[in-house]
């Protein structure tokens, strides 16, 4: 059974950083798209980061603040965050595909098949 468990989420200031993790099991994803979305209530999911076929892809919204990084020998991937406004309060969401994804599908939440619990992040003015 493949799980993904987040953790690192928590309450930090405007201008604080925090990085998430995301230890996956029961596959190994070492070459498959994976990353992160996120979701504030009343709004979509939307994508932050991705890694898929050797190429990091971020949101507009957090290029230069976010970076994902993996580590295979861990089956983990990771999100730092810099720099965080309060506009990036949201649930943060990890999510893998089983294999690559073309690029043309890496942007919709719908194509993937692996998720995890959610972790908040909270950033206070």
């Known amino acids: 059974q493949v799980q993904l468990v987040e953790s690192g989420g928590g309450l930090v200031q405007a201008g604080g950083s925090l990085r998430l993790s995301c230890a996956a099991s029961?596959?190994?994803?070492?070459?498959?798209?994976r990353g992160w979305f996120r979701q504030t209530p009343g709004k979509e999911r939307e994508l932050v980061a991705i890694?898929?076929?050797?190429?990091?892809y971020y949101a507009d919204s957090v290029k230069g603040r976010f970076t994902i990084s993996r580590d295979n020998a861990k089956n983990t991937w990771y999100l730092q965050l810099n720099n965080l406004t309060p506009e990036d309060t949201a649930v943060y969401y990890c999510?893998?595909?089983?294999?690559?994804?073309?690029?043309?599908?890496?942007?919709?939440?719908?194509?993937?098949?692996?998720w995890g619990q959610g972790t908040q992040v909270t950033v206070s003015s």
């Open positions: 999510a893998a595909h089983g294999s690559r994804l073309i690029w043309s599908r890496i942007w919709a939440g719908e194509n993937y098949d692996y």
């Open positions: 890694w898929s076929g050797g190429r990091d």
């Open positions: 029961g596959h190994s994803f070492s070459t498959s798209t």
